[in-house]
T-cell receptor, first 115, second 114 residues
Framework: KAGVTQTPRYLIKTRGQQVTLSCSPISGHRSVSWYQQTPGQGLQFLFEYFSETQRNKGNFPGRFSGRQFSNSRSEMNVSTLELGDSALYLCASSLDPGQGANEQFFGPGTRLTVL | AQSVTQLGSHVSVSEGALVLLRCNYS??????LFWYVQYPNQGLQLLLK??????LVKGINGFEAEFKKSETSFHLTKPSAHMSDAAEYFC????????????FGKGTRLSVIA
């Protein structure tokens, strides 16, 4: 099976712009989560989507949003970019095991640089 | 609220020496625990996971971890370090329900000296 893919891998934007990142989960996985990774804050949970519905949300401002399509592919959008949004954005997919362990499979990430 | 503390942001070992990366968790209920590894410019790869089946968990690449409830610890070990083990390692916790997001530690960078 192909792994989680993320596009683009690298992105450079300027302050005030908006950006859309894309994630294709492993075939058959219905849950997609997004994480932001920075040197200062480490890995922080952004949100999780399951069956096109946001199921969990982290503590990020409303400028960060996402959605999931019927084929489980997901996008996240950041509007009005700030310098502090520069980070590696990781997408992870998982089956929805119910009471089982939430094992997540990560993509290679999108490196966003805001100038 | 659940949290994870990784002691030591940077650990350096000689090739062939024991690797010990420390992780302590805080959780109000029995958690699921994970160790992930991240190589430069790559995503995270699961090394092993604890799901209450056995306290000693064996993972990939010769790594293992032991769940100690009394110490709320889940330390990662490998008997003999290899140069290819140099990477960043993250401990993570999620609640038993399985539908909650992963909470990660700050990570430990492992350097292996020849």
């Amino acid at each position: 099976k192909a792994g989680v893919t993320q596009t683009p891998r690298y992105l450079i934007k300027t302050r005030g712009q908006q950006v859309t990142l894309s994630c294709s989960p492993i075939s058959g996985h219905r849950s997609v989560s997004w994480y932001q990774q920075t040197p200062g804050q480490g890995l922080q949970f952004l949100f999780e989507y399951f069956s096109e519905t946001q199921r969990n949300k982290g503590n990020f401002p409303g400028r960060f949003s996402g959605r999931q399509f019927s084929n489980s592919r997901s996008e996240m959008n950041v509007s009005t970019l700030e310098l502090g949004d520069s980070a590696l954005y990781l997408c992870a997919s998982s089956l929805d095991p119910g009471q089982g362990a939430n094992e997540q499979f990560f993509g290679p990430g999108t490196r966003l640089t805001v100038l | 609220a659940q949290s994870v503390t990784q002691l030591g942001s940077h650990v350096s070992v000689s090739e062939g020496a024991l690797v010990l990366l420390r992780c302590n968790y805080s959780s109000s209920v029995p958690p699921y625990l994970f160790w992930y590894v991240q190589y430069p410019n790559q995503g995270l790869q699961l090394l092993l996971k604890y799901t209450s089946a056995a306290t000693l968990v064996k993972g990939i690449n010769g790594f293992e971890a032991e769940f100690k409830k009394s110490e709320t610890s889940f330390h990662l070990t490998k008997p003999s370090a290899h140069m290819s083990d140099a990477a960043e390692y993250f401990c993570a916790v999620s609640l038993y329900s399985g539908n909650t997001p992963l909470v990660f530690g700050k990570g430990t960078r492992l350097s292996v000296i020849a």
